[in-house]
Structures are given as C-alpha cells and as structure tokens.
Nanobody, 114 residues
C-alpha cells in the first residue's frame, strides 16, 4: 500500500533553516509528481511546492527564493529545504503524491518563533 512518511519538522528561530523529508513506498516513486503542502491553524491547506517526475519545480510566491524542493528517486524520497524561515511559515507540512488518486502523509509540524 502507498505510504508517505514526513520527518524533519521542529522549532526554529526566524531566519533559520529546516529540511523536511518525505519517504515514499508502495508505488513507483520516479513516475509521480510530488508536492509539499502546509496548513496553518485556522487556515486552509495550501500548496507550497511541486516537483514533477521530470524534475520540474514550481513554488508558491510566498516561498520562492527561500524554499527548494528536490527528489532522490534512488531513495524514494522528496525533500523540502526551507531557508530564511519566517513566523508565517509556521504550519503542519504534508507531502502528497500526485496522479489520478492522491495520497497524503501524516504531516510534520514546523514552528518558527523567537
């Protein structure tokens, strides 16, 4: 069965960095686009970044220049490198598999606070 397991969240001061990982299993990872979403308290879940099977990346305007999405098909893992973090980046971060049927991970909390 498809499984997506996020890790790497935590608490960091403004201006700090974190790297999130999402380990995938149960499907041919290299064939699918993968995305990172986030959901802050009281807000809707929003798309942060996507990387296609062909390695094309797209980002939300709010994270462009600060976040980088990447993938390692040999490790079946997608990453989100987050630099210059701001308090407004505080949220639960989820990875999602694309395709006709979507799958979500359980999420990892990121808190940016001084």
């Amino acid at each position: 069965q498809v499984q997506l397991v996020e890790s790497g969240g935590g608490s960091v001061q403004p201006g700090g960095s974190l790297r999130l990982s999402c380990a995938a299993s149960g499907f041919t990872f290299s064939n699918y686009a993968m995305s990172w979403y986030r959901q802050a308290p009281g807000k809707e879940r929003e798309l942060v970044a996507t990387i296609t099977a062909g390695n094309r990346q797209n980002y939300a305007e709010s994270v462009k220049g600060r976040f980088t999405i990447s993938r390692d098909n040999a490790k079946n893992t997608v990453y989100l490198q987050m630099n210059s973090l701001k308090p407004e980046d505080t949220a639960v971060y989820y990875c999602k598999r694309g395709g006709l049927v979507f799958y979500w991970g359980q999420g990892t909390q990121v808190t940016v606070s001084s």
